[in-house]
Structure formats: structure tokens, C-alpha cells
């Protein structure tokens, strides 16, 4: 029926989004809804279906008696959005109904209840905007709990908040915003599984970027959930001034560069830092006629530290006491690369010896300047050819050194490659101020080797490797392998790590795999482990069973995780989702988190 123009009215409806079988086209579709009516209102723009049934592969699954969507027409409105439901042992029965409210065009509020039988009720609220110079969005959640709800500590309350936003300034190239991570205490996030993040991080900016010049001004406070580490230790930037230009016009035929660093860093408990760095850089590269690329550098850095509260290094537990210390530090080097090339009738081959000379000062470690920065080094083929390993400004190298390494690469016209790089370094003494078992301590560091096989498109192999320069013991292992077949794929990886660079101290070794494999049809079959080879132990683990074709996405899945985190223990998952094409979906789960279905 057709009423006023604007309204139509259908009996006996069926409603899908799939196309129709290519073989029997007469045949049920994967999904459809059967309605006693349906009313289309063009001027409500809306969608109503009475005496609704919702039909799988042509069985009736669920019915409602009323429900409406908005029609095509409609970029957002005001209305429930896809329920979750979950259920596990700390929670209970839970289930969440998120309510979304289209205030304006740019600004809109999604308020979700989210019930519990065992943990109380939380409510969730996100608030997002769009302004004519940037955006922001706010997220939070909180629970009011007795006694027998709370089951970590006596709080009344438990909550968290999440924000951030960015914006354009006034002026072109400027743009600030902010970032805010805040919550009530250490395991809310975990228990209620919101999110598994070990640190928090509330700021603020300002940043210039333009096609050289990069200037950055924030304030920074953090925090940590993890029960192993004081607040009170963590830093406070207020401000963090970073700066950098590269000016177009050349000298000597190179490019130069200017870096500062301003840094004031706080601590409830523990040193006080204001630290200022400037930097000068040159580069410049020369290619010759017979292939060989030269690249030429050098570098002066000027410091000036003022500390509060540095303790000694004797043990007394005495400090410093207020301090000032500068240094002037700089490098100079050289980096020379000859490829040789060489054509086949079906591929190419690269031989590439590369080799780097540096040279910086004989300088020992001073005490009485801290390191913030500079804490840990992690010795591989991607710093190999840095002239300074260590990440920060605090700490720097010392003594000439030479670096030097072999690549060898082969590639095929039907899309094989293979490749492998070896390298190491010298130098004229021992370096004191890297710590034993970093691999570049002595006189000659560890030996850093590559290796890449794809002997096409669906196979690869890659390990990446640390041996130890003495004894060719393997200090480091990465290796990821990739099999892709008719059905399905495959992935292995696997890390080694000896007890010299393990964070614990202790020999660490882990296998992850994954695979996924088509059944028959749309049916797929997929796992997953994280396995402690070490110390024998199962990490995480999964299964799962998916359905996937143009119009439905069905996944049941079993999950094992053994994250033990104080009070909060291993669980089992159970996750069921359901999607529907143009409709949304359903999504149930024992961990709320990374399983549900967004809409």
C-alpha cells in the first residue's frame, strides 16, 4: 500500500542483503527476515518490521515482534546500537546496551550500561566532536560497587577516563592537542577487561611541522598500572622542547641539520632533571661512475645538565645534591657501499660489501650525569651502521670503530629472492659504558647475521640472528615462517634469548603459531599458541570456527589465556559473534575486549 506518498506498507515481506544462489536461485539465501509487515516512511526516513522472524540458511533463529533501522538515507541517528553479552567467572552474566545520541551534526554521546551479576553495573560514556579546526573524543567508564561486588580493593568507586584531541592552529604548519589516560586504580582496566595497557600517559602539545623545520613543546605526566614499579618513581616532563631544521642551502656540497633538546623531568620520589642539547649535523653523499657510494659525516653536540637528588655511585645512598655538569661531545666518519650486480637470464644477483669508519672521542661514562635516555641498547643489523647505538642523548660511544658487513641478495624473475647479511664491528678499546652481555663491550662486537628465503609468493623464511663473537653461540634468535596453500595458511614464529640480555636474567625461549584452513565451503578453521619453551609452560592458546560469505560473518571461538596479574587470574573465553549485512550483528563473550563487534 501506498498512503500520502510517503508512507508504504508491505505484507508478508522478506528482506535479505545476499545475493542469490548462481545455482539455484530459487533456493533460501544465508539469511533473511520473514515480517507479517513492513512500513517504509520516507519522511521519518525509518525502517519498521512487525512480527519479525529471522531466518539462517532457511531456519527460523530468533523473532521480535517490533524493531526498526533507519533507511539508507540516513547517516546517523539517535538509537540502540549492537547489545554485547558475556559471561565468565569474575563477572558473572553481563550484557551491555549501548544508546547512541545524535545531538548535532558534529557532536554526538553514546551512553552504554553495561550490567554485571558479580562485579556491579558500570555505565560507559563517550562524547565525540568534530570542530571546524580539529576533533576530540572522550571516553569513560565507572562502577559503584559495595563490599561484596569489589573484588581487588575497598574502593566504592572504580573507573577510568580516555582522551584525546588534536587541532590546527591559527597559523599554517601549527597544529596542539592533548591526551589523557587516567584511572582509579592498578587492575580496573584488567578486571573489567577494557584494556590491558601497563602505562598511562597524560599530555599536552604544540608542534610545528613544515618541509624541513620540526619543533615540538608538550608536558608530559605517566603512570603504571604494574604492581612492580612505584608511581612515585615515574617522571613528570614540564616541558619537553624538541627542535629541528635543515636548512635548504648546502655547505661543502652537504646538508646540514640543527637539533635542540630542552627537557625539565620531576619526581615525587627520586633525581630532578633539566637537561639542554644542541645539536649540529652534516652529510653528504658521493656517487662515482663505477658504482661505489660514499656517504660523509660529522656531528658536534653541546650539553648542559642540572641535577637534583642524583645519588652516588659508591653506595653510601649519599647524593649530589643540586649539580651542574656539561660536556661537548662529536663524531666524525665515513661510510663506503660497492654493489656489484650481475644479470642472469631469469634473475640478478647483489653482492654488497659495506664497511663504516667512525671516530669519537676517548671519553669515560661521568657519574654525576644521569641517564634517562639512554638506558638499553638491543645490538642488531638495523643500528649496525649507526654512529651512535645508544637511543637517547645521555649516553654516547667512545673510541674509533669500524663496522663492516656483506649482503647478498638474489632475485628471480618468477619471485624468488634470497638474501643474507653478516656483520660486525671493531674498535681500538673496550667500551665500558655499555653493559656486559650487549654485544658491544669489547674490542669486537657480536656477530649480527640475516637470512631471508621466499622461494615464491606463498613460502617464506626469515631469522634474524646475534652470535656471540667468541664462542658462535647464538645469543639472539627471531625466525618467522609463512606457508600459504590452496585452503588456508600458516605462520610459525619463534624467539631465543639468552640469559645475557633476557630482562629476567633467565634463558627465554617462545614458539607462536597460527593457522587458519578453509573446511569446505565458507567454513573455516583457525587456531592459535604462545607456547614458553623454556620453562614448559602455555602462554595463550585459541580455536575457532568461522563462517564467512557476501551478506553473514559467523565465528564461535575457545580461548585459553594464563596472564596472571595479583588477584586477577587465568581465564577460559568463549566468543560468539554474528553479523549481519546492513543490519549489524551480536557478539558474546567471556572477554569483552578485543571480541565484540563493532558496529
Known amino acids: 500500500k501506498r498512503i500520502d506518498g510517503t508512507i508504504m506498507v508491505v505484507d508478508k515481506a522478506i528482506y535479505t542483503a545476499c545475493e542469490p544462489c548462481e545455482e539455484d536461485p530459487d533456493s533460501a539465501p544465508t539469511w533473511r527476515i520473514k515480517t507479517g509487515r513492513t512500513i517504509h516512511n520516507q519522511q521519518t526516513q525509518t525502517i519498521i518490521y512487525e512480527d519479525a522472524r529471522i531466518e539462517l540458511m532457511g531456519i527460523p ?44 551534526p558534529s557532536y554526538d554521546l553514546t551512553v552504554t550500561p553495561r550490567l554485571t551479576t558479580k562485579a556491579g553495573n558500570l555505565l560507559e560514556l563517550e562524547w565525540r566532536q568534530k570542530r571546524h579546526n580539529g576533533a576530540y573524543r572522550i571516553n569513560g567508564n565507572g562502577v559503584w560497587l559495595n563490599e561484596s561486588e569489589n573484588l581487588d580493593n575497598n574502593r566504592s568507586f572504580r573507573g577510568n577516563i580516555k582522551a584525546d584531541g588534536r587541532f590546527s592552529a591559527e597559523r599554517e604548519g601549527w597544529h596542539y592537542g592533548f591526551k589523557v589516560e ?6 580496573f582496566l584488567r578486571r573489567y577487561n577494557i584494556s590491558s595497557q601497563n602505562y598511562l600517559e597524560t599530555a599536552a602539545y604544540l608542534e610545528y611541522l613544515e618541509d624541513r623545520n620540526f619543533i615540538n613543546i608538550r608536558a608530559v605526566d605517566y603512570d603504571t598500572t604494574l604492581a612492580s614499579i612505584d608511581n612515585a618513581t615515574l617522571s613528570s616532563l614540564a616541558p619537553h622542547i624538541q627542535m629541528e631544521i635543515v636548512p635548504e642551502r648546502k655547505i661543502a656540497d652537504g646538508h646540514l641539520s640543527f637539533t635542540a633538546d630542552f627537557m625539565s623531568m620531576t619526581r615525587v620520589k627520586g633525581v630532578d632533571v633539566m637537561r639542554g642539547i644542541i645539536e649540529t649535523g652534516w652529510t653528504r653523499y658521493v656517487h662515482t661512475d663505477n658504482g661505489q ?22 653506595g653510601t645512598g649519599e647524593t649530589y645534591g643540586n649539580d651542574t655538569r ?20 631469469a634473475n640478478y644477483h647483489i653482492i654488497e660489501p659495506i664497511a663504516q669508519l667512525v671516530l669519537l672521542p676517548n671519553t669515560k661514562n661521568d657519574p654525576r ?10 645490538f642488531d643489523s638495523t643500528n649496525l651502521f649507526t654512529p651512535e647505538r645508544f637511543t637517547g642523548y645521555d649516553r654516547h660511544e667512545s673510541g674509533g670503530r669500524l663496522d663492516y658487513g656483506l649482503r647478498y641478495m638474489m632475485k628471480s624473475d618468477k619471485g624468488r629472492q634470497f638474501s643474507v647479511f653478516a656483520g660486525q664491528s671493531l674498535r681500538n678499546r673496550k667500551n665500558n659504558l655499555f653493559r656486559p652481555g650487549s654485544g658491544l663491550d669489547g674490542t669486537k662486537s657480536d656477530i649480527v647475521l640475516d637470512f631471508s628465503l621466499m622461494p615464491n609468493a606463498k613460502y617464506s623464511f626469515d631469522n634474524r640472528l646475534r652470535l656471540d663473537k667468541s664462542s658462535l653461540e647464538i645469543v639472539r634468535s627471531e625466525a618467522d615462517i609463512f606457508v600459504q596453500f590452496a585452503r588456508g595458511y600458516a605462520r610459525l ?19 607462536r603459531a597460527s593457522a587458519s584452513t578453509k573446511v569446505i565451503n565458507n567454513w573455516w578453521l583457525d587456531g592459535t599458541i604462545r607456547q614458553d619453551m623454556f620453562r614448559g609452560t602455555r602462554l595463550h592458546s585459541g ?13 564461535l571461538g575457545l580461548t585459553q589465556d594464563y596472564t596472571r596479574d595479583r588477584n586477577i587470574g587465568p581465564s577460559n573465553g568463549f566468543t560468539l559473534q554474528l553479523h549481519l549485512k546492513t543490519l549489524g550483528g551480536v557478539a558474546t563473550s567471556s572477554s569483552m575486549l578485543e571480541n565484540m563487534l563493532e558496529n
Not at 369 to 378: A, F, T, W
Not at 496 to 505: A, H, M, Q, T
Request: with cysteine.
Open 182 to 187: 587516567q584511572v582509579t586504580d592498578d587492575t
Open 293 to 314: 657510494s660514499l656517504k660523509f659525516f660529522a656531528n658536534l653536540q653541546s650539553s648542559l645538565y642540572a641535577t637534583e637528588g642524583l645519588p652516588k655511585y659508591d
Open 543 to 555: 580455536i575457532g570456527i568461522t563462517y564467512r560469505d557476501d551478506c553473514l560473518y559467523i565465528r
Open 61 to 104: 533463529v530468533f523473532y521480535l515482534p517490533y524493531f526498526s533501522q533507519p533507511d539508507t538515507s540516513v547517516d546517523k541517528r539517535s538509537g540502540f546500537l549492537t547489545p554485547r553479552f558475556g559471561l565468565s567467572s569474575d563477572l558473572g552474566t553481563e550484557i551491555s546496551l549501548p544508546y547512541f545520541i545524535n545531538l548535532a
Open 369 to 378: 650525569i644521569p641517564n634517562e635516555d639512554s638506558r638499553s641498547v638491543d
Open 326 to 345: 656539561s660536556q661537548l661531545r662529536g663524531h666524525i666518519g665515513m661510510q663506503w657501499n660497492y654493489p656489484f650486480v650481475k644479470y642472469g637470464t
Open 493 to 511: 614464529g619463534y624467539v631465543f634469548l639468552d640469559e645475557r640480555i633476557s630482562s629476567d636474567g633467565r634463558e627465554r625461549e617462545e614458539l
